[in-house]
């Protein structure tokens, strides 16, 4: 399902990832743990075919990359620090817009919206919503398409448990789907992993216990 | 492809209508340089060549306001990412890009004509109106053919409203000039336009090379 080997990205002469090796099956959870600047989420761009890797081998859904990028639009669901919302346009706008791109019918934004229930607040401006809600509008947005990749990056931040354990089933671990998240929260990150990659300086190693996390921090 | 350029339209428009932060900007600072024109040359009306150099001039200029927010929202909150990750052909953007543009300038010639027609021509533009039209068609089709493509060209550099101007107001001359051309006659005093099947073919050759040029390169300005 994905299979990185020695993948590396620079921007410029700065080097954001180096020899980062790391393979997830089908189903599984790899949570990717490390301070900020690790190169975190240039490693979910580079997995969403967004970034190019400049050196090693890169496999994603089959899709060899750089090159076949192309092959993954449409099979992956991004939540990132932005929520990918136009602020002018309601929920429900903003939906039906990323449906109209994704070619999903039109009765799946009604779904999606009362799933992550945002359905009441559905024809209000993105603008006058709260972060969370926000939030909850990006995760929809994510699993419109219902597509067998996700990649998370700090999905749970600015929802409350409540909000939480909706979207728990969408895109949480009972979502059955893969998954790869980077999260700050280091024992809910573990709680939820098959697999854990620790990256400090944009370099990657696996970590399996909350010693060799406080080491990754240090 | 036509789909999802409509789909990106539709967001574009209602997007605009909402903040209203191109079309009115456009059109109040065409008026403005109507009146600063009037007290600049401190003339009550013009005609011919300077009628001509005056309206054309102010369009291209108000036009690069439009030109330098196209991609803005896309740009600042993630519209590029979210296109990226789906499954169309990104030449859908460019298209929507463009449509937005050509109606921007329609909206701003629907106002500003008249205004120049107000404060400054003589003679007035009643009779020029059915030449005019496929004039401002084609230059209106160049300018956003261009203009959407060189807008994704700098929208993520850092100096971005002076790249726009730099790259963009050289590759308009030949509009320009062609515009100016077939324009000159129609707001001048006995003249025929003899030339204009020329000047209009000149403009028409122009959009279809710029077209053909944009959809070319426009996929390899979006990708890393």
């Known amino acids: 399902?994905?299979?990185?080997?020695?993948?590396?990205?620079?921007?410029?002469?700065?080097?954001?990832?180096?020899?980062?090796?790391?393979?997830?099956?089908?189903?599984?959870?790899?949570?990717?743990?490390?301070?900020?600047?690790?190169?975190?989420?240039?490693?979910?761009?580079?997995?969403?075919?967004?970034?190019?890797p400049h050196a090693g081998e890169a496999r994603v859904l089959g899709a060899s990359l750089p090159g076949e990028?192309?092959?993954?639009?449409?099979?992956?669901?991004?939540?990132?620090?932005?929520?990918?919302?136009?602020r002018e346009?309601?929920?429900?706008?903003?939906?039906?817009?990323?449906?109209?791109?994704?070619?999903?019918?039109?009765?799946?934004?009604?779904?999606?919206?009362?799933?992550?229930?945002?359905?009441?607040?559905?024809d209000d401006p993105l603008a006058e919503?709260?972060?969370?809600?926000?939030?909850?509008?990006?995760?929809?947005?994510?699993?419109?398409?219902?597509?067998?990749?996700?990649?998370?990056?700090?999905?749970?931040?600015g929802l409350d448990p409540a909000a939480v354990e909706l979207l728990e089933p969408l895109i949480g671990r009972a979502s059955a789907k893969t998954?790869?998240?980077?999260?700050?929260?280091?024992?809910?990150?573990?709680?939820?992993?098959?697999?854990?990659?620790?990256?400090?300086?944009?370099?990657?190693?696996?970590?399996?216990?909350?010693?060799?996390?406080r080491e990754l921090y240090r | 492809m036509i789909g999802t350029a409509i789909a990106i339209l539709r967001k574009d428009l209602t997007i605009e209508l909402r903040t209203r932060e191109s079309v009115p900007a456009m059109v109040l600072f065409s008026v403005t340089v109507f009146v600063l024109f009037h007290f600049g040359l401190d003339r009550d009306t013009l005609e011919g060549d300077l009628a001509t150099g005056v309206i054309w001039v102010t369009l291209l200029l108000a036009a690069l306001l439009g030109i330098n927010r196209l991609y803005v929202a896309e740009r600042d909150q993630g519209g590029f990412t979210g296109m990226r990750l789906a499954p169309i052909d990104t030449t859908a953007l460019w298209i929507a890009k463009a449509a937005a543009l050509f109606l921007y300038l329609l909206a701003l010639e629907l106002v500003?004509?008249?205004?120049?027609?107000?404060?400054?021509?003589?003679?007035?533009?009643?009779?020029?109106?059915?030449?005019?039209?496929?004039?401002?068609?084609?230059?209106?089709?160049?300018?956003?053919?261009?203009?959407?493509l060189i807008a994704a060209l700098a929208i993520e550099t850092r100096a971005r409203d002076l790249i726009v101007p730099l790259l963009l107001l050289p590759l308009l001359v030949p509009v320009i000039i062609a515009s100016a051309q077939a324009t000159e006659p129609l707001l001048s005093a006995g003249q025929s336009p003899d030339d204009l099947a020329k000047w209009l073919g000149f403009l028409a050759l122009y959009d279809v090379v710029f077209v053909l040029v944009s959809v070319a390169v426009f996929d390899f300005l979006l990708d890393d």
């Open chain 1, 89 to 122: 346009l309601t929920p429900r706008e903003n939906l039906r817009f990323h449906a109209r791109l994704h070619a999903v019918a039109e009765s799946r934004v009604d779904a999606v919206l009362d799933a992550v229930g945002m359905a009441d607040r559905a």
């Open chain 1, 69 to 86: 990028a192309w092959k993954l639009r449409g099979k992956v669901g991004l939540v990132a620090h932005e929520p990918l919302l136009y």
């Open chain 2, 112 to 148: 500003a004509l008249p205004a120049f027609d107000l404060l400054l021509l003589e003679p007035g533009l009643d009779g020029a109106l059915p030449e005019l039209l496929p004039i401002l068609l084609l230059a209106n089709l160049g300018l956003a053919a261009v203009g959407a």
């Open chain 1, 129 to 157: 919503l709260s972060r969370g809600m926000v939030q909850r509008v990006a995760a929809a947005r994510a699993v419109l398409h219902d597509p067998p990749l996700l990649l998370l990056d700090e999905p749970w931040a």
């Open chain 1, 1 to 52: 399902m994905i299979a990185l080997e020695a993948v590396e990205r620079r921007f410029g002469e700065r080097v954001a990832l180096t020899g980062v090796s790391v393979r997830v099956e089908e189903g599984q959870t790899l949570v990717v743990l490390g301070p900020n600047g690790a190169g975190k989420t240039t490693l979910l761009r580079v997995l969403a075919g967004l970034l190019r």
């Open chain 1, 179 to 213: 998954r790869v998240v980077v999260t700050h929260d280091v024992a809910g990150g573990l709680g939820e992993s098959d697999l854990a990659l620790g990256l400090k300086a944009g370099t990657a190693a696996p970590v399996a216990d909350e010693a060799a996390i």
